[in-house]
């Protein structure tokens, strides 16, 4: 007998932050699970997760990043548009979409070449041209989907069943029928929500290729949601491949720091703060990798944090700064009223590091999936302020299931671009009265407090020695059993 060859696992991400970082985090785990792994990425998305490249170039010898420059002149888009960050226009997200799947050919190409030739592609839900590479290779295709349970089964059902086909408005409340039980959704709180030309055809194709997929790969943990699992998995027919919270497969201090890209603040200097912060007394504010805060709503959180007299450490990315001095727009007299209680991080900050320090004990989140497990990873209660996409249906499994969570009050979208989520603002004594009632000694506030204790224990315990660990040893089984194709030509 001899040593099977390793499983060689292609991902492949769609290109913004928020989709990258946790199929990094997936290679990591893959890896350490004994699987070889290719990264196919961009030369401007791997510039942006460089540091992370590079931790995991040292860690992982397994782990391979390989660039594929995208076509974009070919499509009408500017040279090095290969990130939505840099797409204006909904529209150029489209053309994106069509540059990417362009790639089919050098990527197959390239793949055939391979020595240890590829045993399967997980490829991001919205990278459906993916599909067709696998079946060319003759290997499965398994859909990497970086929503939470819930939301993918609403986002399922949603689509499948043509919910809002006949719904005029954009607010208007229809049950879900299908989901496990009573749920009101409406068009402006669900993902998929576009109306730009060719968005309707791409859709439908995303939808067509999670049937056809081999199974599903999901960034949650089965106990924290066993409902939704399964009803996704039965009404999907295929096997959702629970194996999250993935990013706790990185134990090092180094990798977590870098999560993503270079911090915008010293890191020591951010360490050294919240250590000086009594235990679980710091609030932290972030809204993800791409929304971008107007002034008006900075304005407003600003005060709101003020009156609410709690320590906080918030991190901004905002548009809103005069472009000769550089210096971000806050009220007046704002920073020196909060001196000593306030860390303010203009740019990247070290999420994953922040909320698993202990003076954090409150968490401020737009609610896109990566920031939500991370938050419930480290045991946190959050404040929920969802801005697009799966994010308000992160809010009700939060608020309403999980009951970890109280909403803030984000009423509707006024602005659905993909650069700005401009939402309507959110009031300073809606922030102020949300902060006091999360951090304060209420019942309420200590039974959820207990509760995120419970759930951090859960997906500790998952990831570690329970469901997604043996997922993962599954998943690499599952792969290596259906054999590596080499007579494809
Ligand atoms: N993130 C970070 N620092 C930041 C902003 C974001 O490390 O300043 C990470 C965060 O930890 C998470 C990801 O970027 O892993 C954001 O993904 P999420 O799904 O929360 O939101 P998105 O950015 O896609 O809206």
């Not at 951090?439 to 959820?448: I, K, S």
Request: net charge negative.
């Amino acid at each position: 007998l001899h040593d099977a060859p390793k499983p060689h696992f292609v991902l492949i991400p769609f290109m913004a932050q928020g989709h990258t970082i946790p199929m990094i985090d997936m290679a990591h785990l893959l890896a350490k699970h004994g699987a070889m792994v290719s990264f196919i990425t961009t030369p401007v998305n791997a510039a942006r997760v460089q540091s992370t490249i590079d931790r995991a170039r040292e860690l992982n010898t397994a782990i391979r990043f390989v660039p594929l420059r995208l076509p974009c002149a070919e499509v009408g888009l500017p040279d090095g548009c290969e990130n939505v960050d840099e797409v204006l226009e909904k529209d150029q997200v489209m053309k994106m979409t069509d540059a990417y799947a362009m790639l089919h050919e050098p990527l197959v190409l390239y793949l055939r070449e391979q020595s240890i030739p590829p045993s399967c592609i997980v490829s991001d839900l919205c990278q459906p041209w993916t599909g067709d590479v696998a079946r060319d290779l003759g290997i499965p295709r398994l859909m990497f989907n970086g929503f939470c349970a819930f939301a993918s089964l609403c986002r399922y059902l949603i689509h499948q069943d043509k919910v809002f086909e006949n719904v005029p408005d954009g607010d208007e409340l229809v049950i879900l029928p299908g989901f496990p039980h009573h749920l009101e959704v409406s068009k402006a709180r669900s993902p998929g929500n576009f109306n730009s030309p060719g968005f309707e055809k791409f859709s439908a194709k995303i939808l067509d290729e999670e049937q056809r997929a081999d199974g599903i790969v999901t960034n949650t943990f089965y106990e924290l949601e066993p409902l939704y699992v399964d009803a996704y998995e039965q009404r999907i027919g295929r096997r959702v491949w629970t194996i999250g919270p993935m990013f706790l497969c990185n134990t090092d201090r180094i990798t977590i720091a870098d999560r993503g890209a270079k911090a915008s603040v010293n890191q020591k200097h951010c360490m050294e703060w919240l250590d000086s912060m009594q235990n679980g007394s710091v609030l932290y504010v972030s809204f993800g990798s791409m929304a971008r805060t107007v002034f008006s709503q900075l304005e407003e959180i600003a005060l709101g944090l003020e009156a609410s007299k709690r320590p906080f450490l918030w991190v901004i990315k905002s548009d809103n700064k005069p472009s000769e001095t550089d210096k971000l727009l806050l009220p007046e007299g704002f920073e020196e009223r909060t001196r000593g209680r306030g860390l303010i991080i203009q740019g990247w900050a070290p999420q994953a590091l922040i909320l698993s320090h202990p003076s954090v004990g409150g968490f401020v989140t737009h609610c896109g999936w990566n920031s939500t497990v991370e938050g419930i990873s480290s045991g946190l209660p959050m404040i929920t302020w969802p801005h697009c996409a799966e994010q308000f249906l992160n809010e009700e499994l939060i608020v309403n299931v999980l009951k970890v969570g109280l909403a803030v009050g984000v009423k509707s979208i006024t602005n659905r671009t993909m650069k700005v989520h401009e939402i309507s603002v959110v009031k300073r004594n809606q922030i102020e009265r949300a902060v006091i009632e999360l951090m304060g000694e209420e019942t309420g506030a200590e039974e959820r407090r207990t509760r995120a204790k419970e759930l951090k224990e859960k997906a500790r315990k998952a990831m570690h020695e329970g469901s997604s660990y043996s997922n993962v040893k599954q998943l690499i089984e599952y792969i290596s059993s259906r054999g590596t194709r080499t007579d494809v030509q």
